[in-house]
């Protein structure tokens, strides 16, 4: 059964560790990560963006696949379903699904008006009983077509987002999306710390986890950073490995260009990735 981050969110905080978040593509991506999940006993969060939502054929659809293999694997950790990145119109139509979990990505608006719409869903998800992630602060790279230069948040802006009540906050501190570049400057630790200061205990969000240091990462979660979101760095490992396979004629040998075989590399490379992060995140035992 799907639940929402805010028992896992706050257990992260208490516990100084983090729980991650990895994007699900498909059923391959779903099925590795919940089953490492289960294996290293660590909460996780399924993220699905709106271009991965439309991709496996609707919000619907994603919903009944998690809920299915939760129960046919027989997952005993917490699990939930999370909207990355959502717009206001999506992170409704993913409540309406049946998902757990919303993040609102109000970051491009005025502060006015992102204040004005988290409020609607801070509002609904309290009812329903779902958590919900704000942003402030655009995060650098491009995720489904939303390009961000890597803004350092204002730490005032996200205590007014924090004050409303959501569960959790992504604050920008210079991280990207995607891989970053060989002049990337690092994560502004000041930056953090002073969001940290003035939003106490509210859970941050480290998005980009990607190509992140571990001493950087270990230290963004010394200062509050209690989930952290990983996507690219499983989609390098995937295509990777079912490179190796193909580039080895292995798709040539008997019935090696069976779908089952051919995406058997990429779905070990995903859970090996996850498990990588997972131990770094500390999360793993912490189910």
Known sequence: MLVSTKEMMAKAVEGHYAVGQFNINNLEWTKAILLTAEELKSPVILGVSE??????????????????????????????????????????????????????????????????????????????????EAEVGSIGGEEDGVIGAGECADPDECKMIADLGVTMLAAGIGNIHGKYPENWAGLSFETLAAVKEKVGDMPLVLHGGTGIPADMIKKAISLGVAKINVNTECQLAFAAATREYVEAGKDLQGKGFDPRKLLAPGFEAIKATVKEKMELFGSVGKA
């Not at 054929?57 to 994603?62: A, D």
């Not at 959502?86 to 970051?107: L, P, Q, R, T």
């Not at 491009?108 to 801070?122: D, G, R």
Request: proline fraction near 2%; glycine fraction near 12%; aromatic fraction near 8%.
């Open 51 to 132: 271009g991965a939502g439309k991709y496996m054929c609707g919000y619907k659809t994603v919903v009944g696949m998690v809920n299915g293999m939760l129960e046919e694997l027989n997952i005993t950790v917490p699990v939930a379903l999370h909207l990355d990145h959502g717009s206001f119109e999506g992170a409704k139509a993913c409540i309406n699904a049946g998902f757990s979990s919303i993040m609102f990505d109000g970051s491009h608006y005025p502060i006015e008006e992102n204040i004005a719409k988290t409020t609607a869903l801070v509002n609904t998800c309290d009812v329903l009983g779902i958590s919900l």
